[in-house]
């Protein structure tokens, strides 16, 4: 199918709250497709519809994209059901937040309730990089992005990163 341009920020798009979706259909899985090329040639391991302007609550992980293997994971309308008190800190990265990395600390598990690609219910439990790449990408689905986790320092020292280089590639 097609890989799309993948928004950065500041962009207000990835600030937009996004909606369930209401039937799990062949323009779903088609959607589903794109994010999957998406993460693909951009080299993630995890996209959400938002990146691509799509304003749905479904994103998409590959964690087995890092060793050059696919295996990928669509979450339909994923939720979390549970969290841990015990925390965990990876540095993370995002696609819209490009050549900023930081270290984040988020519920060490959780467990997550979403239809699959065939709109089955489906129930998940996920620790270490993987229930941090779901939390990460369910922030997208509500309009946060892993900088906004950071001290307000760092994030505005970010910000201006992005904004300067987003100037830059305007002027050509
Ligand atoms: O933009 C995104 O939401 C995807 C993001 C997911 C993520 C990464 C790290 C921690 C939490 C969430 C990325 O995929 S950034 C790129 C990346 O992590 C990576 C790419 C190639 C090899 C190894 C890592
Ligand atoms: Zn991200």
């Known amino acids: 199918m097609t890989a799309r ?10 600030q937009a709250v996004s909606t369930d979706v209401e039937r799990v259909d062949d323009e779903i899985r088609a959607l589903v497709t794109d994010m999957t090329d998406s993460m693909y040639a951009a080299e993630g391991i995890g996209l959400a519809a938002i990146q691509i302007g799509v304003a749905k609550r479904i994103l998409v992980i ?3 994209q890092k060793e050059g293997n696919k295996n990928p994971r669509a979450f339909i309308n994923p939720k979390i059901t549970w969290a841990s008190e015990e925390m965990a800190t990876y540095e993370e990265g995002c696609l819209s937040v490009p050549e900023i990395w930081d270290d ?29 790449c779901l939390q990460h990408e369910m922030d997208h689905l ?8 950071l001290s307000r320092l760092k994030k505005s020292m970010a910000v201006k990163k992005l904004t300067k280089a987003k100037k830059l590639q305007a002027a050509g």
């Open 142 to 149: 509500n309009g946060v992005l892993f900088i906004d986790h």
């Open 5 to 14: 341009p993948i928004l950065t920020a500041p962009d207000p798009r990835l």
């Open 62 to 64: 590959d964690l087995d």
């Open 104 to 132: 984040v600390e988020r519920p060490a598990r959780v467990k997550c309730e979403y239809l699959d690609i065939d709109g089955k219910p489906q129930t998940l439990e996920a620790d270490g990089l993987l229930a941090t």
